[in-house]
């Protein structure tokens, strides 16, 4: 039996996890991310920690190829084909703007370059998928050779009406096919089958546009994966929080804009169930942004909002995670009335914060943490980076100087700042969906997270904050738990007083059955776990919450449950219901789970390091106190600390503050209570 | 844990939680609401005002709304005095003479308690799809008496300590045409309410009511200073612009707006004395929606990061003499002066600081909501439908900057409503075509944005139409030496009729924007063309390669580039 290995490839850093399940241990190793040649990172990562290609059983990746092409705009040359009269959708977008006061504004450009490769077919089918106007073939032909011409690399497929009745996408895919069998084609009804047209285009063009890039990057980590001995097949995380066959990935890229996100719910998931945690928000703070996420009932939310930019969305099914500016290298900025910020924008990796003696220049939040004594300058990444603290004086004493504070006051606030960030964002994904974070635990991770996680929970009232082990490499860890998973949609509308309930379970069966199928083309064999689910809304409503059903059959009694269930929700998330009102069905789904074999990943450490020290940290209103610090393989189980304290490691520190206290808990996890009462 | 100290931080916290309260009732509105307008269009405002009247924070909806719910909260106030409302409270207002924009705009207002005390305002003000009016959707362009504009509520209890009061309701219920939807609607608001009361009260909780007020007097204090600074950065002096609203539906007069606009060390006199008398016709803007495009104007000319209550107003006096275009009397209608006059008077600032401060003015927008409304029985299920249907427009030119294709008029911030969703709700329509207009941005050096067309077919036997259109006459202006904008406009072609007409040619309306109560059939089609947005600076000192970009992506004709332009040579 051979190895598990998950990497996560990050803005800043590609983190590696290897399990090996012959004897139970677990390796992780953190190098520095080549984004000219994320695949080489790979390679390096596998060679320094002395793996070798033959010795890997399976391989999960977690990529930002996709994620960076859409940010930097670096995808390719795409046309768009839709109905004739509607060409300049991707332009005309929703005719709003993000924000309201401001006439420099400029609306956000389509990722298809040009309104020349924006083509109408003469084509139409009607709300309810009567086909009004036929796909004349030879008019497909034609423009297929006007694609050729104006040499795109790859076409999305729009078409009204679509997601009721794929018949036309479908004939027009063909067609392409036959014309131009080299350029990828995504085809909206396959992406993103949703109503309303300009979200669905757009998130189709956001396929289109990563096609050839996804295609050669997996061609080429292929390659060189074989060139180390890694013969077998391998998967990438999708942004759903299931894996995929690469190269089926290769084919769906847009599935991949929340890739590494992903991996860090569900190696939540997989810790939560360890600690009997089912109330779970996760903070996973890194260099540039701090993602947000949350378990209810141990099972994560899933959603399809998703936006490129304002504006430009991408409608595939995610994990439900706020991302927000909030990381390390976040910068802390005087706006115009004399108020201090802190980020959106960041340092990155290039200058970075000022203390990594790069050429940064703008007070950071790794800076702030410095100065406050809460990071050791000599054990950042267990000693690979000295911080320079010395450089700090000057920046801090001209930032405070234009807010009237002292320099110390000064970091304070800006980590009071980003704390308030994150909590709010914690608060949209938990109290705007009708849930109080007080009765939360909080597991933190990634290179920041635990180092801000308890003054967080502190301002949420949050009673427990979870560090778990191996916190700055968690998102890999995730990827060798991460299941196959498939979901399949069918959209047609049916009024809750007149539902085709045999239809409605035929196409349940159909979808699952092909849900099966891909789930076995992505080489999972075992016994698949299906879960059936309708979006739902009342009469009139235009957005929809997602309904399990129960036994996965839609008989009287299964709609009757649903609906009820579907008020419940609706109580649970606007304080109201409206019952007896005539509900609308609006798509079905299949979920096809395979679930991948259990990793044993008990915690077998036995306790070994150096006996704890003091360091002087700054608190806001006591000023600096001596705080235990303590390296975390040097914890026994059960051992509790009191606050204040660090609890140090490779990847990163933990931060207990003043009045709280730590525990190492049996299944390896830091445990801290905040003394917030739930 | 002592309370929390009153510094900068805590006050970014306070600003930006109740910044988010206002977002987040909005979402909850979108997802919750039955009609289009609602949960598409997002035509609505949600807002938290302090106890008396004070509006406290706003997040990104329509400015016009924004503007003039401070009036319409002042106006409940007053009426009802601060004793009458009890915890569980709703009221409800939409009378434009006192205090509401026009009549489609419906006003629920709740009051928030604290330990029995009166602490704050949650409101939201929401365009209801139908109102009662003469014709569906209300918005009746040959309106000429406010009664004739939908149903008219002074500010009435919904709610009562908690519970529904069912006499009021059922007046609403039984006078609009769509009462499934009108009610999905309310609850939505009311829902949305709910959420910001419990947010407030989270907000008291953690931090104690003396902070909670503390820190609302001081972001006002805060944005009051702030935008005085910056208003003190535009040269002080008296600046003028005039403009027209073409016609009001019910004669061809044209009715002049004369804005003399004084700027005088911080503050702020915009005077529009001069202006015509009121119109016959619905373009009349009450005195709450012109002190609200004037707010909206300078909104747009300053900091964005100011944050947005009460203190921004305070810099402002707006002298609009009674029974004019600019302030009517009753009874005179007004639904086109929220969503005509409006971005109109908000543009004229604009116009009028174009030599003082010519890096931040924009040249004129679109300048019209482009209202198409209709209605009649669903024949799939006989139940009766209303829409008010608008658009976008081009936006004008701004130095170093070309304007915004097709974007929401400057007095909102709606959003179209998808083909998809718009023929699945409403089955009177198929829309055949929703494009960009090649050369309807105004020539400059800065280029205005183009604006749009859209083109209907009509799929039932009958179906009711309505319009208040504008800049279907007078073209949307440049500054410093920009071209205009394309107009826009309304366009009818009979069943088999090969030729388009206006609806004074083909249907005698005393207007060709303007009407109400018209009668599609089967096979009818409509054009709405969209205006396009004024230019900024000379054309012919436009960068060659943008123009030549411009030709390419068939934002500008070659003939335009080259008579317009002047550019000559290979087009490459």
């Known amino acids: ?678 | 844990m002592s309370g929390p100290r009153l510094d900068q931080v805590a006050l970014t916290v306070v600003d930006n939680y109740l910044t988010s309260c206002c977002r987040d009732m909005g979402v909850t509105m979108m997802t919750t609401a039955y009609s289009p307008i609602f949960n598409e269009s997002l035509d609505f405002s949600c807002v938290i005002f302090g106890p008396s009247g004070d509006l406290l924070a706003q997040a990104e909806f329509c400015p016009s709304q924004i503007g003039t719910i401070k009036f319409t909260v002042d106006w409940t106030i007053e009426e009802l005095g601060l004793d009458a409302f009890e915890e569980g409270d709703v009221v409800l207002h939409n009378d434009p003479y006192r205090g509401s924009g026009h009549v489609p705009e419906h006003m629920l207002l709740k009051p928030v308690f604290w330990e029995g005390e009166l602490i704050a305002f949650v409101a939201n003000v929401a365009h209801m799809s139908e109102v009662g009016a003469k014709t569906p959707g209300g918005l009746s362009g040959d309106a000429t008496e406010i009664y004739q504009e939908g149903l008219l509520l002074p500010p009435v209890k919904i709610k009562r300590r908690g519970e529904d009061v069912d006499d009021v309701w059922r007046i609403i219920l039984s006078n609009h045409r769509t009462p499934r939807v009108t009610l999905g609607d309310f609850r939505a608001m009311m829902g949305s309410l709910d959420l910001a009361e419990r947010r407030i009260h989270t907000l008291v909780a953690d931090y104690g009511l003396e902070f909670f007020r503390a820190a609302s007097a001081e972001l006002m204090a805060i944005a009051e200073r702030r935008m005085r600074a910056e208003i003190e950065s535009i040269p002080d002096g008296t600046y003028t612009f005039t403009d027209a609203i073409e016609d009001d539906g019910i004669s061809e007069g044209s009715y002049p707006m004369v804005l003399t606009l004084t700027i005088d060390q911080g503050s702020v006199i915009a005077d529009f004395t001069g202006s015509a008398p009121q119109a016959v016709g619905p373009v009349n803007a009450i005195y709450a929606v012109t002190a609200s495009a004037v707010y909206n104007a300078f909104l747009h000319l300053t900091d964005p990061t100011i944050p947005r209550n009460e203190g921004c107003y305070r810099p402002f006096t707006i002298i609009a003499p009674p029974g004019t275009i600019v302030n009517c009397a009753f009874p005179a209608p007004v639904a086109g002066g929220n969503t005509e006059t409006s971005p109109r008077i908000t543009d004229m600032i604009f116009g009028a600081l174009q030599e003082a401060i010519p890096d931040r003015v924009a040249a004129s927008c679109g300048g019209t909501s482009s209202p198409f409304l209709f209605g009649g029985i669903d024949p799939r299920t006989d139940e009766p439908y209303a829409h008010f249907h608008f658009e976008g427009v081009g936006w004008g030119g701004r130095r170093g900057l070309d304007g915004n294709n097709m974007v929401v008029t400057i007095n909102g911030n709606c959003r179209n409503t998808p083909v998809e969703v718009f023929e699945t709700r409403y089955p009177a329509f198929r829309i055949e075509s929703y494009r960009l207009v090649t050369d309807s941005g105004g020539p400059g050096e800065f280029r205005g944005g183009l604006g749009g067309e859209r083109i209907f077919t009509v799929t039932v036997p009958e179906v009711t139409v309505s319009a208040l259109l504008n800049r279907m006459k007078t073209e949307p202006w440049g500054v410093l030496g920009g071209g205009e904008g394309a107009v826009g406009g309304l366009w009818v072609r009979r069943s088999g009729a090969g030729e388009w007409r206006t609806f004074v040619e083909e249907f005698g309306t005393m207007s060709p924007s303007k009407f109400s109560g018209v009668t599609l059939h089967a096979g009818d089609q409509v054009k709405i063309l969209m205006p396009g947005g004024g230019g900024y600076g000379d054309p012919l000192a436009r960068d060659r390669e943008l123009v030549r970009r411009d030709v390419g992506e068939g934002f500008v004709s070659e003939g335009a580039a080259r008579a317009v332009y002047g550019l000559t040579g290979e087009l490459g």
């Not at chain 1, 990722?111 to 083509?119: D, E, G, I, K």
């Not at chain 1, 008019?139 to 036309?168: D, I, K, N, P």
């Not at chain 1, 008020?567 to 998330?573: G, M, Q, T």
Request: charged content about 20%; hydrophobic content about 40%.
């Open chain 1, 1 to 678: 039996m051979g190895l598990v290995i998950g990497i996560d490839t990050g803005g800043t850093f590609t983190d590696l996890v290897a399990f090996d399940p012959a004897t139970g241990r677990i390796d992780s190793l953190k190098t520095s991310s080549m984004p000219s040649n994320p695949g080489q990172a790979i390679v390096n990562a596998l060679s320094e920690g002395g793996i070798a290609g033959g010795e890997i059983a399976t391989f999960t990746h977690g990529t930002t190829v996709g994620t960076n092409a859409l940010i930097e705009r670096t995808g390719c040359k795409v046309a768009f084909l839709t109905t004739r009269g509607f060409e300049d959708t991707p332009f005309i977008q929703r005719i709003n703007r993000k924000v309201l006061y401001d006439l420099r504004w400029q609306k956000p450009a389509p990722l298809v370059s040009s309104r020349r490769l924006c083509l109408g077919i003469d084509e139409r089918m009607g709300a309810d998928g009567e086909e009004l106007r036929p796909v004349d073939a030879d008019e497909v032909r034609a423009l297929c050779r006007e694609l050729r011409q104006a040499g795109v690399e790859a076409v999305a497929v729009c078409l009204l009406f679509s997601y009721v009745s794929t018949e036309h996408e479908e004939l027009v895919k063909s067609i392409l096919a036959e014309e131009l069998p080299e350029l990828p084609v995504s085809v909206s009804h396959e992406v993103a089958p949703i109503w309303r047209e300009y979200e669905r285009a757009s998130t189709t063009i956001a396929d289109a546009y990563l096609r050839p890039l996804l295609g050669r990057y997996v061609t080429s980590l292929s390659q060189a994966l074989r060139d180390v001995g890694m013969l077998r097949e391998w998967t990438i995380m999708k942004s759903n929080g299931g894996a995929m066959l690469a190269s089926a990935a290769s084919e769906s890229p847009v599935q991949t804009v929340m890739s590494g996100p992903a991996g860090g719910m569900t190696a939540t998931e997989h810790v939560a169930r360890a600690l009997g945690e089912p109330n779970v928000l996760t903070l996973d703070m890194g260099g540039t942004s701090a993602d947000v996420g949350i378990l209810v009932d141990g099972r994560q939310r899933h959603t399809t909002e998703y936006e490129i930019e304002w504006g430009l969305p991408a409608a595939v099914p995610l994990i439900d995670i706020k991302s927000i500016g909030a990381g390390g290298g976040s910068v802390a900025w005087v706006d115009a009335g004399g108020f201090l910020r802190v980020g959106p924008r960041s340092a990155g990796a290039e200058p970075g914060p000022i203390c990594y003696g790069r050429g940064g220049t703008e007070v950071t939040v790794t800076d702030a943490n410095l100065l406050l004594g809460r990071l050791d300058p000599g054990y950042f990444l267990a000693g690979r980076m000295q911080l320079q603290s010395t450089l700090l004086d000057e920046p801090f004493a001209r930032l405070a100087g234009r807010v009237s504070m002292e320099p110390v006051e000064l970091a304070a606030s800006v980590l009071e700042i980003a704390n308030e960030n994150m909590a709010s964002a914690i608060k949209m994904v938990s109290l705007e969906r009708g849930h109080d974070p007080r009765r939360f635990s909080l597991l933190a991770f990634g290179g920041a997270g635990p180092l801000h996680a308890a003054s967080v929970a502190r301002v949420l009232g949050i009673p427990r904050v979870i560090v778990p082990r191996f916190p700055g490499v968690f998102s890999a860890l995730g990827l060798l738990l991460a299941d196959i998973r498939v979901d399949k949609v069918w959209t047609q509308a049916f009024r809750s007083n007149d539902v085709d309930a045999a239809l409605v379970n035929r196409q349940f069966d159909r979808i699952t059955e092909r849900a099966i199928d891909e789930l076995r083309q992505e080489g999972y064999q075992g016994e698949p776990e299906i879960r059936r689910a309708i979006n739902m809304r009342y009469f009139g409503q235009n957005y929809e919450h997602e309904v399990e059903i129960a036994g996965g059959v839609l008989d009287d009694d299964g709609l009757a449950d649903a609906l009820r269930r579907f008020d419940a929700l609706h109580a649970e998330r606007y304080g109201y219901a409206i019952e007896g009102e005539v509900v609308e069905l609006v798509s079905f789904k299949v979920t096809a789970i395979g679930r991948r074999p259990a990793l044993d990943l008990a915690y077998r450490d036995e306790p070994a390091g150096s006996p704890p020290v003091t360091r002087p940290v700054y608190f806001r209103g006591t000023g600096f106190m001596d705080a235990t610090v303590v390296h975390r393989s040097s914890l026994a189980i059960g051992e509790t600390i009191a606050g204040p304290a660090l609890v140090e490691e490779a990847g990163s520190t933990t931060l207990v503050e003043p009045g709280m206290t730590v525990e190492l808990h049996e299944q390896g996890a830091l445990v801290i209570e905040t003394g917030a009462s739930a």
